[in-house]
């Protein structure tokens, strides 16, 4: 690969209540999925500089949060890792389409872009992944587009604590679900996964590469077998 790196990374914000982090599932889920983005983008970086290309980066929740320009060197590589990290949005949302227009519009040159994010699409469904899909399309016409999945099984399963109540992250919406009840559960644990697999289905429809991190499992060798991959394709 050759020509500039841009990461482009959904920047996961964490609730607080009364200036605290909330100890939940659901609070620690996303803490190691911010992680889990720091490292892949930290690692994708490195590997940019290595060959002497340059890396930059974009945040986005459902705007564009911040844009550090491509550069070198090693104090470039640990700014953009401490803000993937540490970065807090000041939006709740994700619309990765706003960040696919974005780079269309500020990178002129063909351009490596990877764009790492849990894919979390929101509501409704199916019409912002058809959005998503014919963003992507453009993008991946004028660049070199690599999705990259983080996820935590953790989000896609309920605990059975009885009755309680979720807010959705991104849109404040608050729903009661019995979790006791086995149904509830399954239905639950089925649409995260159906939709995870629709979403990736829809992305490597278009050609796109799409590598798929989840948190508590070793991603490098699914990332170093993609490398190697994509050099024997290029010869």
Not at 11 to 20: D, F, H, K, Q, W
Not at 28 to 34: F, I, M, T
Not at 67 to 86: C, N, Q, S, V
Request: with cysteine; proline share 3%; net charge positive.
């Amino acid at each position: 690969m050759s020509g500039d790196y841009i990461m482009a990374v959904k920047s996961i914000g964490l609730s607080t209540v009364n200036g605290r982090k909330p100890c939940t599932l659901e609070a620690a889920a996303k803490h190691n999925k911010r992680e889990l983005a720091a490292e892949a983008a930290g690692v994708l970086a490195a590997s940019a500089i290595h060959n002497r290309d340059k890396v930059g980066l974009i945040l986005f929740s459902d705007v564009v949060e911040l844009y550090i320009p491509p550069g070198k060197g090693r104090m470039h590589i640990m700014r953009l890792i401490r803000e993937t990290l540490f970065f807090q949005p000041a939006q709740r949302g994700t619309d990765i389409t706003k960040a696919l227009d974005f780079a269309n519009q500020i990178i002129h040159r063909k351009a490596v872009i990877f764009l790492v994010s849990d894919f979390n699409l929101g509501a409704p469904f199916d019409e912002r992944l058809a959005e998503l899909r014919g963003k992507l399309q453009i993008t991946n016409r004028r660049h070199d587009v690599i999705a990259v999945s983080v996820t935590d099984p953790r989000e896609e399963s309920l605990p059975d604590v009885g009755r309680i109540r979720i807010e959705d992250a991104e849109n404040g919406m608050v729903v009661e679900l019995d979790t006791g009840n086995t149904k509830v559960r399954n239905a639950y644990a089925e649409q995260a996964r159906q939709r995870r697999n629709l979403t990736a289905t829809r992305i490597r429809s278009l050609g796109v590469d799409l590598l798929e991190f989840i948190n508590g499992e070793n991603w490098l060798p699914v990332l170093m077998g993609f490398f190697h991959k994509r050099r024997q394709r290029a010869v």
